[in-house]
């Protein structure tokens, strides 16, 4: 029996504001496009732990990183041109770590 691939998206992430809860979102281009080739779209929100990510990424045949604001290059010993757009710090830690763990994972 043919098994579908299980892809992961991470998210963009906003913080609550004022006025509304924090959200976090994917725009559907993602997952369709999962979707057409033949995969089932996970959708990973922002996670603290390693192990929990660890969990996650146990389950995954590939990931999808989605685009979005830029990464902060102060993280990196560098200057902030004034041409970047800082990503949300969460995310930003985030998708740091999820990086990491697909590279040590060689995960396509």
């Given amino acids: 029996m043919f098994h579908k691939p299980l892809i992961g998206i991470n998210v963009d992430y906003r913080d609550a504001k004022q006025d509304s809860p924090a959200v976090a979102?994917?725009?559907?281009?993602?997952?369709?496009?999962?979707?057409?080739a033949g995969g089932i779209p996970v959708i990973v929100p922002p996670q603290d732990s390693e192990d929990d990510l660890n969990a996650i990424l146990d389950q995954l045949q590939g990931f999808v990183l989605v685009g979005g604001q830029d990464l902060d290059p102060r993280?990196?010993?560098?200057?902030?041109?004034?041409?970047v757009r800082p990503m949300n710090e969460r995310r930003e830690a985030f998708d740091r770590m999820l990086v990491r763990l697909l590279s040590e994972r060689r995960m396509p």
Avoid: C, E, Q, R
Wanted: aromatic share 20%.
């Fill in 25 to 36: 979102y994917v725009t559907a281009g993602y997952f369709n496009a999962i979707s057409k």
């Fill in 75 to 83: 993280n990196d010993g560098f200057m902030l041109h004034p041409s």
